[in-house]
């Protein structure tokens, strides 16, 4: 199987303009999520889709949203960039029988803001 | 909401000496406990986890045990090695959705 896939691994944008990163989930898996990941921060929780539905968000503002589509890929957006946007976003999937299970990380995009 | 605790943020070991990573979580509820490693430009690899009907599981030179009644679960490496040297982050998971929410993260350098 392929693993997790994510498009595009860097862009740099600029203060006040918008990104859309792109995850495409190992196949059968149901469950994608994102993380931001900065040096000292570790892995913060952005949010979970299933079966195109969010069932958890974790503590970011309205600037960051998502979506995923019938065939479980799924995308981020983060509007009005700032400066501290900048960061590795990592997606993660995995098959979710309801009793947790291994998240599949993909390789991240690298977002430099500038 | 789950909050995970991890300590230490960093850990030198010399090669062949043991190491141990803490972590302790606040919901009682959390049943399934993952620990991942992270290389240096790499992505996060799930290395061994525990479910909480188990006090201790271990593979190879990795152990993970957890303790319900004090809430903590912590990483035992043993006879590390040079390629042991990266970021572990330990994780929690809770509620019916089962939302993962992640330490803040170890790095662990094993000295040759």
């Known amino acids: 199987k392929a693993g997790v896939t994510q498009t595009p691994r860097y862009l740099i944008k600029t203060r006040g303009q918008q990104v859309t990163l792109s995850c495409s989930p190992i196949?059968?898996?149901?469950?994608v999520s994102w993380y931001q990941q900065t040096p000292g921060q570790g892995l913060q929780f952005l949010f979970e889709?299933?079966?195109?539905?969010?069932?958890n968000k974790g503590n970011f503002p309205g600037r960051f949203s998502g979506r995923q589509f019938s065939n479980s890929r799924s995308e981020m957006n983060v509007s009005t960039l700032e400066l501290g946007d900048s960061a590795l976003y990592l997606c993660?999937?995995?098959?979710?029988?309801?009793?947790?299970?291994?998240?599949?990380f993909g390789e991240g995009s690298r977002l430099t803001v500038l | 909401g789950e909050n995970v605790e991890q300590h230490p943020s960093t850990l030198s070991v010399q090669e062949g000496d043991s190491a141990v990573i803490k972590c302790t979580y606040s919901?009682?509820?959390?049943?399934?406990f993952p620990w991942y490693k992270q290389e240096l430009g790499k992505r996060p690899q799930l290395i061994i986890d525990?479910?909480?009907?188990?006090g201790e599981k271990k593979d190879q030179r990795i152990a993970v045990t957890l303790n319900k009644t004090a809430k903590h679960f912590s990483l035992h490496i043993t006879e590390t090695q040079p390629e042991d040297s990266a970021v572990y982050f330990c994780?929690?998971?809770?509620?019916?959705?089962?939302?993962?929410?992640f330490g803040t993260g170890t790095k662990l350098q094993v000295i040759p």
């Open positions: 889709y299933f079966s195109e539905t969010q069932r």
């Open positions: 919901d009682s509820a959390s049943n399934y």
């Open positions: 196949s059968g898996h149901r469950s």
């Open positions: 525990i479910r909480s009907n188990v």
């Open positions: 993660a999937s995995r098959e979710d029988r309801g009793r947790g299970g291994e998240l599949f």
């Open positions: 994780a929690g998971l809770s509620g019916g959705y089962q939302k993962v929410t």
